[in-house]
């Protein structure tokens, strides 16, 4: 009999084991199919319980699943693996170690998910893990690494050059640059460009203003998004004539300031152009920081547009995907004022970077000024924030 | 998804109505920032009169809700303030019973007083609805299960405010009434408490707000006050129908009081006018500057109306003829709004210190000064006897 005995236990087994599969795979399908206004959360969330309860088996599919997920999906997925972990701990489980730790060192997987999973290990494997992210594509981990090797650095008075530089090539978040550009100056002499470690464009072509009472000009398209003519004269705000200008800021973070370009106006918007010249194509970050509202074209092709006035301008607010055809790109940023006559609402201004998804000026990518090709950041010589 | 069902009544049996305390929203019941709890603590400090405290993870303007023996805390952290914490404590014990973490699926731009975890949870005896300044909103049930979650910026992609969002949610009945007023698409929406799904959502003018709505019963029908920039609107909470505006009862930042049949109004001053079963009736009955609010609400108690400022004012005035009683100015601003109970009134300033005053005197004369010396922005809640008061560091219970 047993014979037959083994033979219905291999039968089961890889029955349960398909069974086990299904009840995990079941309600990650279920939790990455949520539709929009919660309009079928009542199985999602009977998904997220079934699933909690698979318990550590669910964890890793969880986290996976992360990473085709879109942005709705995966919180309900990020807190069932949070949740899972929670268990598991409370149980005195302990969690797949190994297997965490390939998840978090695998670029492959979502950066929110393998955040999750790095935080779910030891400080001990934490450790270990950090110098491999110093050029990771998730934000966090990457920042996790710089900020673990810049406290290093910090104590040491020289810090060796060319490991404060190696840092600074890593290193993405304006805190951390700043800190590694001043010790870089402090113990070396070394005065780091912030404005071409970011990508800022420095040098554009600018025209205003135009009319653009409650936020008009968002909704019509003046000449300079029909055709960029340098030179050209146009007609502006109240039928005055207004010209192209060309102009390179000195701002460590290449900010433009209309106020002092064009003039202080009230409803009002004004056009800024720069011609980005890419030795490939590839994907490209415009990312924009602004009080006023604004819309942003590449190629033609809007990126971005956000009517919100005098709210705060933090850099990077605005982000435009989009792709750099190889050869040269128009970008075309239109900025609006408002009519607000509060003190803190008089700010007509912008700043914008062109960059890969890490916030990192993209190889080969550099701007045409004149005949010139120049590095982003660079400012076109003689180095004035308005060149008549 | 048969297979999932056994599964329900477990969360929910964990869900099931608790008992003792219950300061379930901003401002706790009803949004008076009143509780009807006897022997509230008077004096204490950061080694007496201090039940319990727990460490929380990172930082939060959001008040602490507690109902029955839970309390609930919002976080936010991360260089882009874009990791989003729900806490769940023993209300008795300080024990951490479960930490969800979500990832903001909307902006996090804000000014630097403020943060993502701003707007104050709601928690009733199945669990706790809790609301970031992201638009991203998810309902947990009391032992932790994910019931509901919505990216509200996903479904209305306009959604923006730089400054940073703090408007709170509040419940009526079966529904929780989210307000929604920024810079893209503005609303308010009752959303189903079992499922999350929209039961209405009125248009609202596009413009940043920070005013939480009340509601209030007439006849029998629940009745959502909420003003904004162009006035205040009552909806029927029923169907979100507008029932009557009063465009006199703009406001921006502090919350609007009912109380003895008066609506009590914070702009430039305070403000009272009648209200009755269709809405404000008559003339404004008067207005007091010298109890200008600054991001606190003001408290209408025993009689009274207390108001604290950005500039560290504490005010006291005549609920019925607006007389002012007095306006002392403390050494430090006020960002938590002024609560009561127990005949005391509650002001905690934004370095951790309490002023305790009796709600009997017409004088400024603290009975009590109490001095935590952690950043308070977040009113506190009163429940079980205690008072909870989260810091950036920590949730402390006060009391026995």
């Known amino acids: 009999m047993h014979r037959f005995l083994w033979a219905a236990v291999a039968a089961l087994v890889p029955t349960a084991a398909f069974a086990a599969d299904e009840a995990i795979a079941k309600p990650i399908a279920a939790l990455k199919a949520v539709a929009r206004e919660g309009k079928n959360n009542d199985t999602v969330g009977l998904a997220w319980s079934g699933l909690v309860s698979q318990g550590a088996a669910a964890l890793l599919p969880t986290l996976e699943a992360v990473d085709d997920a879109n942005p709705t999906s995966a919180n309900w997925l990020i807190t069932a693996a949070g949740a899972i972990a929670e268990a598991e701990a409370?149980?005195?489980?302990?969690?797949?170690?190994?297997?965490?730790?390939?998840?978090?060192?695998?670029?492959?997987?979502?950066?929110?998910?393998?955040?999750?999973?790095?935080?779910?290990?030891s400080d001990a494997e934490k450790a270990k893990l950090l110098p491999g992210f110093l050029d990771d594509p998730s934000a966090d981990l990457r920042r996790f690494a710089v900020q673990d090797q810049l406290e290093a650095l910090t104590k040491q008075k020289p810090a060796p050059k060319d490991a404060l530089e190696k840092l600074l090539s890593f290193a993405r978040d304006p805190d951390q640059v700043e800190t590694i550009a001043k010790k870089l100056e402090t113990d070396h002499q070394v005065k780091v460009n912030l404005a071409e470690t970011f990508g800022f464009i420095a040098n554009w072509e600018i025209v205003g203003p135009f009319p653009s009472a409650r936020g008009k000009a968002l909704t019509v398209k003046y000449a300079p998004e029909e055709k960029v003519t340098p030179g050209e004269k146009l007609k502006?705000?109240?039928?005055?004539?207004?010209?192209?200008?060309?102009?390179?800021?000195?701002?460590?973070?290449?900010?433009?300031?209309?106020?002092?370009?064009?003039?202080?106006?009230?409803?009002?918007?004004?056009?800024?152009?720069?011609?980005?010249?890419?030795?490939?194509?590839?994907?490209?970050?415009?990312?924009?920081?602004?009080?006023?509202?604004?819309?942003?074209?590449?190629?033609?092709?809007?990126?971005?547009?956000?009517?919100?006035?005098?709210?705060?301008?933090?850099?990077?607010?605005?982000?435009?995907?989009?792709?750099?055809?190889?050869?040269?790109?128009?970008?075309?940023?239109?900025?609006?004022?408002?009519?607000?006559?509060?003190?803190?609402?008089?700010?007509?201004?912008?700043?914008?970077?062109?960059?890969?998804?890490?916030?990192a000026p993209i190889p080969g990518v550099t701007q045409l000024v004149g005949n010139a090709k120049l590095k982003l950041g660079a400012v076109s010589a003689p180095a004035t924030e308005e060149k008549k | 998804m048969n297979r999932f069902l056994p599964i329900l009544p477990l969360s929910l049996a964990l869900a099931l109505p608790l008992f003792g305390g219950e300061w379930g929203q901003f401002k706790g019941p009803n949004g008076t920032g009143v509780s009807d709890e006897k022997g509230l603590p008077t004096e204490w400090s950061r080694e007496k009169g201090v039940k319990w405290k727990a460490a929380l993870p990172a930082r939060g303007i959001s008040c602490p809700v507690v109902f029955g023996d839970r309390a609930y805390v919002t976080c936010s952290s991360g260089k882009r303030d874009d990791r989003l914490h729900?806490?769940?404590?023993?209300?008795?014990?300080?024990?951490?019973?479960?930490?969800?973490?979500?990832?903001?699926?909307?902006?996090?731009?804000?000014?630097p007083?403020?943060?993502?975890?701003?707007?104050?949870?709601?928690?009733?005896?199945?669990?706790?609805?809790?609301?970031?300044?992201?638009?991203?909103?998810?309902?947990?049930?009391?032992?932790?299960?994910?019931?509901?979650?919505?990216?509200?910026?996903?479904?209305?992609?306009?959604?923006?405010?730089?400054?940073?969002?703090?408007?709170?949610?509040?419940?009526?009945?079966?529904?929780?009434?989210?307000?929604?007023?920024?810079?893209?698409?503005?609303?308010?929406?009752?959303?189903?408490?079992?499922?999350?799904?929209?039961?209405?959502?009125?248009?609202?003018?596009?413009?940043?707000?920070?005013?939480?709505?009340?509601?209030?019963?007439?006849?029998?029908?629940?009745?959502?006050?909420?003003?904004?920039?162009?006035?205040?609107?009552?909806?029927?909470?029923?169907?979100?129908?507008?029932?009557?505006?009063?465009?006199?009862?703009?406001?921006?930042?502090?919350?609007?009081?009912?109380?003895?049949?008066?609506?009590f109004l914070p702009g430039a001053g305070v403000s009272a006018v009648k209200i009755g079963a269709e809405g404000v009736e008559g003339k404004q009955l008067w207005s007091a500057k010298e109890l200008k609010p600054g991001f606190g609400?003001?408290?209408?108690?025993?009689?009274?109306?207390?108001?604290?400022?950005?500039?560290?004012?504490?005010?006291?005035?005549?609920?019925?003829?607006?007389?002012?009683?007095?306006?002392?100015?403390?050494?430090?601003?006020?960002?938590?709004?002024?609560?009561?109970?127990?005949?005391?009134?509650?002001?905690?300033?934004?370095?951790?210190?309490?002023?305790?005053?009796?709600?009997?005197?017409?004088?400024?004369?603290?009975?009590?000064?109490?001095?935590?010396?952690?950043?308070?922005?977040?009113?506190?809640?009163?429940?079980?006897?205690?008072?909870?008061?989260?810091?950036?560091?920590?949730?402390?219970?006060?009391?026995?």
């Open chain 1, 90 to 121: 409370k149980a005195k489980r302990p969690l797949p170690v190994e297997k965490l730790v390939a998840f978090a060192k695998s670029t492959k997987h979502a950066g929110s998910a393998r955040v999750l999973a790095f935080e779910m290990l």
């Open chain 1, 236 to 359: 502006g705000k109240d039928d005055a004539e207004v010209t192209w200008k060309s102009i390179a800021s000195k701002d460590k973070y290449g900010t433009v300031d209309f106020n002092k370009l064009v003039g202080k106006h009230y409803d009002a918007a004004a056009y800024a152009t720069a011609t980005l010249v890419a030795e490939k194509a590839g994907p490209v970050e415009i990312r924009v920081g602004s009080p006023n509202a604004l819309q942003v074209y590449l190629n033609g092709k809007k990126l971005f547009e956000r009517e919100e006035y005098h709210h705060g301008d933090a850099m990077d607010y605005h982000v435009g995907k989009g792709l750099l055809a190889a050869g040269p790109n128009v970008l075309v940023v239109k900025i609006c004022q408002n009519n607000q006559k509060e003190t803190w609402a008089q700010r007509w201004q912008f700043q914008a970077r062109a960059c890969d998804a890490t916030g």
């Open chain 2, 86 to 111: 729900v806490l769940c404590f023993d209300a008795k014990t300080g024990t951490q019973l479960w930490h969800r973490q979500l990832n903001a699926t909307g902006q996090t731009a804000c000014h």
């Open chain 2, 113 to 263: 007083k403020t943060c993502m975890a701003a707007p104050t949870p709601v928690a009733d005896a199945s669990g706790v609805y809790a609301l970031f300044a992201t638009a991203d909103l998810a309902a947990f049930d009391a032992d932790g299960t994910l019931r509901w979650y919505r990216s509200l910026t996903g479904d209305y992609p306009t959604i923006t405010n730089q400054v940073g969002m703090a408007a709170s949610p509040i419940l009526v009945k079966d529904k929780l009434i989210v307000p929604m007023d920024n810079d893209g698409e503005s609303f308010l929406a009752a959303i189903d408490t079992q499922y999350g799904k929209n039961v209405w959502k009125a248009n609202r003018p596009s413009g940043i707000n920070w005013v939480t709505p009340l509601v209030r019963d007439v006849a029998g029908k629940s009745e959502v006050l909420f003003a904004g920039n162009t006035g205040l609107t009552a909806y029927d909470a029923a169907d979100g129908a507008k029932r009557w505006t009063y465009k006199e009862g703009g406001g921006s930042i502090p919350s609007a009081s009912v109380a003895d049949g008066m609506l």
């Open chain 2, 297 to 400: 609400s003001p408290l209408v108690y025993k009689g009274k109306v207390f108001s604290v400022d950005g500039q560290g004012f504490v005010a006291c005035g005549d609920a019925k003829s607006g007389k002012v009683h007095f306006q002392e100015r403390t050494k430090t601003a006020f960002s938590a709004s002024p609560i009561a109970g127990d005949g005391k009134v509650y002001c905690v300033n934004e370095l951790g210190l309490t002023f305790v005053l009796d709600a009997g005197s017409t004088e400024f004369a603290p009975i009590a000064e109490n001095n935590l010396g952690e950043e308070v922005l977040g009113t506190p809640a009163i429940a079980n006897g205690c008072l909870f008061i989260r810091t950036d560091k920590t949730l402390w219970c006060i009391g026995k």
